[in-house]
């Protein structure tokens, strides 16, 4: 009977020791970080003691105790009542919602527009593709800060007095701004806006679900449809569940402007189309790249499993090009929400038009500015945060 070789087990690798000491290379690279974040630290303190001394010195006041204060000014443009009690903590509560307002919205149109636009780029339409890159090569070599004054001259000089708006139905459009009929807001309205949020939900787990179902089958869904089905079926549902109110607020030509309904101010109109015609040309240059980065074969797979050109785009092409599309997207994203600091130039009640009103009045300058820093550097972050996760739930799971 013949017995197999018994193969001896290797003891595992002794786990080498960390040494601290000056003499090993790892003891230096601590200590010398130790002593660089040390001295950042003491830098730091150094030069806001001086200042504070410095200040203390001239007699100028510091803290954050005046935002409890009245702010006492008018806000031509705000998401939040106020009246003469308020405080400052208000005045910086609507300068943010209105930065978020701009932001959100630009983020969002920016989005659409640039992805048509990178899309149209790999059109079979010769005139459409021209269209596409005479756009990108014209807004994006503008400054911004232009855009946005060229657009509020437009809208402040160019358009009709409110007496002479242009009207189609209820809808007007004057140096006023844009002003459109708006649901009087009930129980329904409340309803429905779940319902739609619930709608966006499901059909978003329900597009993850059949684009598995078509990786495993080959089996396509219509997705679409469905989503469209969920969003509007389910606001329908919740404005029903809520009484099913119809009262809508609509705009009047008054005697000094038009009243009544939902508007956009001219500002407000300036700094979105601004920011958005200016960030789409970018995005569409980050679509167009992210594109070019998918192999012809990739495109030549697609063909020969019977996709057209739509499909193809859809299912095989964009999927892929999102790994190279979503980093620098991010950075668009984050430029926007920057570039929207820029509103104060066509007077626009954002974050940094209160900062500079308040800093005016108090002469807490160093206050005014921190919280600028501090909202934008949240942002900032919070964006990140979305679109790592995103970039992470879009890239392609190797098997």
Known sequence: MSHSPMIEARPLPARKKRSMSWNSREGRSVIYQVVAIASVVAL?????????????????????????????FDISEAMIPYDVASTYWTAFSIGMLNTLKVAMIGIVLATILGTLLGVGRFSPNFLLRKICYGYVEFFRNIPIYLQLLIWYIVFTEVLPSFENAWQVGHVYLSKGGFSFPWPI?????????IGLLLGVAGSYVYARKAQKHFDLTGQQRPVLLVSLALIVGLAVLGWLAGGAPTGWNLPVKGAFQIEEGAAFSPEFLAVLIGLVLYTASFIAEIVRSG???????????AASLGLGKRQAMRLVVLPQALRVIIPPLTSQYLNLTKNSSLAVAVGYPDLVSIANTTLNQTGRAIEAL???????LTLSLVTSALMNWFN???AIQER
């Open 44 to 72: 730091v303190w150094l030069l806001v003691r001086n200042t504070l001394r410095n200040m203390r010195e001239r007699g100028i006041q510091s803290g954050y105790d005046f935002m409890g204060q009245p702010f006492g």
């Open 185 to 193: 807001w009930q129980l329904g309205q409340t309803l429905a806006l």
């Open 291 to 301: 594109i070019s980065s998918v192999s012809l074969g990739q495109h030549e797979a």
């Open 370 to 376: 921190s919280i600028v820093m501090l909202v934008y």
């Open 392 to 394: 992470a739930s879009a």
